[in-house]
């Protein structure tokens, strides 16, 4: 199975991945500020990936035609519904953004260069130019821009294997140190953003992480050259995973250190 070839290729990549400091590092308050405040862009970016799946794979025009494949239309449907319209712990409908946003709120993390970002975006400001001139840490600027240039391409079946295993079969092992580490630790500060993680947790193991491989198995099919293609875009995007995480580690440090020379 090829999907089975994929996995195997990219797993020593995506063991490094899942092995990263950063989930064992954010042991206190500060730590899992400065997290939030790089990993919220990739929670936007996670939504912006995922809805240009939506576009290429289902029917969003006016006038609606039976666009690509029902099972995948099934498939990516479900995830949207999931990701954009989920519910909170009151059971209020929220998508997983803004209740990022609103654990950001409550953890005292700094939600203004996210939020500028997004007024920006529904002023028309461009959204890389928007990513430009944000003050959105660097290491997330990175790493956002180079999903953007995957949706930009178009390429489903690109798109595909980048969200599947550059996201959605990571979430679960990467997020449950996390939660290890805080949840007795900081119920009131983090509740909302434990909370957040073991939704995903629940979520993507169980339920989005499979359908996303069925996804990539249906849009790849027998051509040889888009399982390539989906097997090198899953190995960069795991790779930039990997610095987005870093580069977390390391701008702790620096503020850490401009505050103690203060």
Not at 107 to 119: E, H, K, Q, R
Not at 130 to 139: F, T, V
Request: contains cysteine.
């Amino acid at each position: 199975m090829k999907i089975d070839f994929v996995k195997s290729q990219i797993q020593t990549v995506r063991q490094e991945l899942v092995d990263h400091d950063a989930f064992t590092w954010v042991d206190n308050l500060e730590k899992a500020r400065v997290f939030m405040e790089s990993h919220v862009w990739a929670v936007w970016d996670f939504m912006v990936l995922l809805k240009g799946l939506q576009r290429q794979l289902t029917c969003v025009d006016t006038y609606w035609v039976p666009t690509g494949n029902p099972e995948v239309r099934r498939l990516i449907n479900e995830i949207v519904f999931g990701e954009e319209s989920d519910v909170d712990q009151n059971n209020k409908a929220v998508s997983h953004f803004e209740l990022y946003v609103q654990a950001m709120g409550e953890a005292g993390a700094n939600t203004d260069p996210i939020l500028t970002f997004i007024d920006d975006l529904k002023n028309g400001v461009d959204p890389k130019l928007a990513l430009r001139q944000s003050n959105a840490p660097e290491g997330a600027k990175e790493f956002v821009l180079s999903t953007l240039e995957v949706v930009e391409r178009a390429d489903a079946s690109e798109m595909a294997a980048v969200f599947t295993f550059g996201r959605e079969d990571l979430i679960p092992d990467m997020f449950i140190e996390i939660v290890r580490n805080l949840k007795e630790k900081f119920p009131t500060e983090l509740g909302l953003f434990t909370y957040y993680l073991e939704r995903h947790i629940e979520v993507d193991g169980d339920v989005h992480g499979a359908l996303a491989e069925r996804m990539v198995t249906e849009l790849c099919g027998d051509d040889k050259l888009l399982w390539d293609r989906a097997l090198d875009s899953s190995k960069t995007a795991l790779r930039q995973r990997i610095n987005l995480w870093t580069s977390v580690i390391e701008r702790y440090k620096v503020l850490h250190l401009a505050q103690e020379t203060l």
